[in-house]
């Protein structure tokens, strides 16, 4: 059976486009479509701006360090994409671009912001540019040190399997989404992934916005945790007078959220209990999800407080009887959409089986994320070998959370970590030597990290010593690490022929 979007939960209509800031006017304009240049634009915070852009009927180019799949999927988009970068890139037979969006891995000193810069144009970074194209939305921002992703990616394809035309950004692809990680709707509401990184959450204001977890990250922006939550206390400030917060204590130290803001949603807020949603001490609806991991039952958790409060937000004439009505109505539609959601590229993603090794990938790589992604997997395969390849992302984050990362790989049973030293003397040696608990082993480079599990993959099998099951191999880190699965299978299959 489809679930329909409950009457309560339709959003505002959007105002014209005559009306907007920006215009978005369509591409057959008598004026020609307004031209905006991506710095950066293969990176997971710009390549959806790039795509939504373009729906929305400007001319869209853009450049990134070197080529990827990300570039050729925005050129087949319609996107005019540069490996490399150029300030020849910023002029078309003399016109040139009506905004320049920088990422925010982009140094002042890039030649295509000097020569931007130079000339006049108009230069901003994302969080200008998000603030602009979502301020005539109903905007439901969803933050956090860890899951926001996941969140966001549910509460898309929730909303749209209730048929809201909805415009949606998430920071990684969802295969749900025919935009991979942006949807592009008529309707009047914005689903957002908010980011805290160089406060790109900052430029937006929501009606609804959920904070799911907040932790010292990004520690080469943020020197404690003191100062990342001074940063979602800006953000929170930030929701409009007649908005609503949904946050999670769980995730959060003691009741130290309480401290955030006086937009705490108080009595009308669902809170987490096991796997139900609970309102007034009412149950609204139990989550049952194909996904493993106790922080996927949180996230969904958030999604049904979401639509929930959309709902009573909708029946505000009502009295109380309808208002739970309608959102008793809006989390068990909620609760249907999410047992069929499929997940998100890189997040416990399923890879490949062979040789007796069932191989996932994910994005981890912050302690927190690690232990969490290890006890999903103890619950999923019990009995079964956990095996880690783990790349540290960024020397700072290993050198300011070392100790923190050292009980991380408990839940495992061998861990591989790779990385190169650098300008802090560290690297994925200094890691293996204060992990405690499962044996961890250094390994340089990916290419060493495949080969020696080819060798011992392929050893194990023939002497049958795994019979506990099948290996499961995690690869977890925010960089490359994720070639190494594909390349694997690869490696091990053309072995297996050549056997």
């Not at 860890?146 to 909303?159: E, P, W, Y």
């Not at 669902?270 to 609204?284: D, E, G």
């Not at 290890?374 to 290993?398: C, E, G, M, Y």
Request: glycine share 8%; proline share 4%.
């Amino acid at each position: 059976m489809a679930w329909r979007m409950p009457r309560a939960l339709l959003p505002e209509p959007l105002r014209s486009p005559s009306q907007r800031r920006l215009g978005f006017p369509c591409a057959a304009s008598a004026e020609g479509s307004r031209w905006v240049h991506f710095v950066g634009i293969g990176g997971t915070g710009l390549s959806p701006l790039a795509l939504l852009a373009l729906k929305q009927g400007w001319k869209v180019s853009g450049s990134d360090a070197t080529w990827s799949n990300k570039l050729r999927s925005l050129e087949e988009a319609g996107a005019i994409v540069h490996a490399g970068h150029d300030e020849r890139w910023l002029r078309d037979s003399g016109i040139f671009p009506d905004a320049v969006v920088v990422s925010s891995a982009i140094p002042a000193e890039n030649e295509e912001v000097v020569a931007a810069r130079r000339r006049g144009l108009r230069v901003i970074k994302r969080t200008e540019w998000l603030g602009e194209i979502t301020e005539d939305y109903e905007l439901i921002a969803v933050a956090g040190t860890h899951g926001k992703s996941t969140t966001t990616a549910m509460l898309a394809v929730v909303l749209q399997s209730f048929s809201d035309d909805i415009t949606a950004i998430v920071g990684a692809d969802v295969p749900q989404l025919a935009g991979g990680n942006m949807a592009y709707g008529k309707g009047g509401r914005f689903v957002l992934e908010a980011d805290e990184y160089d406060g790109c959450f900052l430029g937006v204001s929501p009606s609804l916005a959920i904070v799911t977890s907040v932790e010292w990250e990004h520690v080469d922006m943020f020197p404690d945790e003191a100062s990342v939550r001074e940063m979602f206390k800006h953000f929170i400030s930030r929701i409009k007078p007649d908005g609503c917060l949904i946050i999670c204590g769980d995730r959060l130290l003691g009741n130290s959220h309480m401290a955030f803001t006086n937009k705490m949603i108080g009595e009308q807020s669902c809170l987490c209990q096991t796997s139900w949603a609970v309102y007034r001490n009412r149950p609204m609806a139990r989550v049952s999800l194909k996904l493993p991991g106790t922080y996927n039952v949180l996230n969904s958790l958030a999604v049904l407080a979401a639509v929930s409060l959309l709902a009573f937000k909708g029946k505000g004439s009502c009295d109380e009887s309808g208002q739970l009505k309608a959102m008793a109505v809006a989390a068990q539609a909620a609760s249907s959409a999410l047992q069929s959601f499929q997940g998100l590229r890189r997040r416990f993603e399923y890879v490949g089986t062979v040789r007796r090794c069932d191989i996932y990938d994910d994005y981890a790589h912050h302690p927190t994320e690690v232990r969490a992604v290890l006890q999903a997997a103890r619950q999923r395969f019990d009995k079964q070998p956990i095996w880690v390849v783990f790349q540290p992302h960024t020397h700072s984050r290993i050198a300011k959370l070392l100790q923190d990362f050292a009980p991380a790989f408990s839940g495992a049973n061998r861990i591989f970590s790779a990385r190169e030293n650098n300008v802090w003397k560290l690297s994925g040696a200094d890691l293996v030597s204060v992990i405690t608990g499962p044996p961890a082993m250094f390994i340089p480079t990916l290419d060493e990290v495949i080969e020696r599990l080819s060798w011992e993959l392929t050893a194990l099998e023939e002497n049958e010593v795994n019979k506990g099951g099948n290996i499961v191999l995690l690869t977890l880190g925010a960089g490359d690490v994720t070639i190494v699965g594909p390349k694997l299978l690869d490696a091990l299959a053309s072995s297996r022929e050549r056997d």
